[in-house]
């Protein structure tokens, strides 16, 4: 797993405090609760497990400790990582040309899911300036039957795309930001659930990412975090 894909938590972490909007803050409060938020997490070290299914099956785990140095540059150390085992080769008849057509087939596979992670860490991004726009112009949803209100931003990284963020109303947390998007024309789909260290921080504790079209499903938890 890269250095950039691993910051993908850091960036969710951006969309936390983003309820103060529907309590008609300003942009700026929004993203300076944001940053807050940051800063108090980046004192914690914690793990991070990630997971790569294709078409149901695991394929790969990861399992990384996270911690921040003195510089607030992101630091992962790896733990563990478990592959599954690759097939058998063919020795039959054309076993040689099948054998590229497999390998052909697998780095097809790495490139497309080095593409989804790319994609996944611009929502909602490191960009503050285009957050706030976006917050700016955003539908909010409320309902009486509901303890959650909802941020939804559209057109946010692609045309057609959408981004929507639920928090509780009465603890003002975040709950979920579910995203949909698109990649090589195939729908995807991003849902980060939030929880908080006890008297602490929220964070991003579970993030799933979705390709339909591929049968592509990628997990990642962190978890254990401690000062």
Same mark, same amino acid.
């Given at each position: 797993?890269?250095?950039?894909?691993? /910051?993908? #938590?850091?960036?969710?972490?951006?969309?936390? &405090?983003?309820?103060?909007?529907?309590?008609? +803050?300003?942009?700026? +409060?929004?993203?300076?609760?944001? /940053?807050?938020?940051?800063?108090?997490?980046?004192?914690?070290?914690?793990?991070?497990?990630?997971?790569?299914?294709?078409?149901?099956?695991?394929?790969? !785990?990861?399992?990384?400790?996270?911690?921040?140095?003195?510089?607030?540059?992101? @630091?992962?150390?790896?733990?563990?990582?478990?592959?599954?085992?690759? *097939?058998?080769?063919?020795?039959?008849?054309?076993?040689? #040309?099948?054998?590229?057509?497999? *390998?052909?087939?697998?780095?097809?596979?790495?490139?497309?899911?080095?593409?989804?992670?790319? &994609?996944? *860490?611009?929502?909602?991004?490191?960009?503050?300036?285009?957050?706030?726009?976006?917050?700016?112009?955003?539908?909010?949803?409320?309902?009486?039957? +509901?303890? &959650?209100?909802?941020?939804?931003?559209?057109?946010? @990284?692609?045309?057609?795309?959408?981004?929507?963020?639920?928090?509780?109303?009465?603890?003002?947390?975040?709950? *979920? !930001?579910?995203?949909?998007?698109? &990649?090589?024309?195939?729908?995807?789909?991003?849902?980060? /659930?939030?929880?908080?260290?006890?008297?602490?921080?929220?964070?991003?504790?579970?993030?799933?990412?979705?390709?339909?079209?591929?049968?592509?499903?990628?997990?990642?938890?962190?978890?254990?975090?401690? #000062?």
């Amino acid at each position: 797993m890269s250095t950039k894909w691993k /910051a993908t #938590l850091a960036s969710a972490v951006g969309a936390l &405090l983003v309820m103060a909007a529907a309590a008609q +803050s300003p942009a700026n +409060s929004v993203i300076e609760g944001m /940053a807050a938020n940051n800063k108090q997490l980046r004192q914690y070290t914690y793990k991070q497990r990630s997971e790569t299914y294709q078409q149901g099956e695991l394929k790969n !785990t990861t399992v990384d400790e996270i911690h921040y140095n003195p510089l607030g540059e992101r @630091v992962g150390i790896p733990i563990d990582q478990h592959q599954a085992a690759p *097939e058998a080769p063919s020795r039959g008849p054309g076993h040689r #040309l099948i054998a590229k057509k497999i *390998e052909k087939e697998k780095e097809e596979m790495k490139d497309y899911i080095d593409r989804l992670k790319a &994609l996944a *860490e611009r929502y909602p991004g490191t960009d503050s300036g285009k957050l706030k726009d976006a917050i700016a112009k955003a539908e909010i949803i409320t309902s009486g039957g +509901s303890s &959650l209100t909802r941020i939804r931003m559209r057109d946010y @990284v692609k045309p057609g795309d959408s981004m929507t963020m639920s928090f509780d109303q009465a603890t003002k947390r975040p709950v *979920e !930001t579910e995203i949909s998007t698109f &990649l090589d024309g195939g729908p995807v789909s991003i849902v980060v /659930a939030f929880d908080q260290i006890h008297d602490g921080p929220n964070y991003p504790s579970r993030i799933v990412i979705t390709s339909a079209t591929k049968q592509i499903e990628i997990r990642v938890f962190t978890y254990e975090y401690r #000062l």
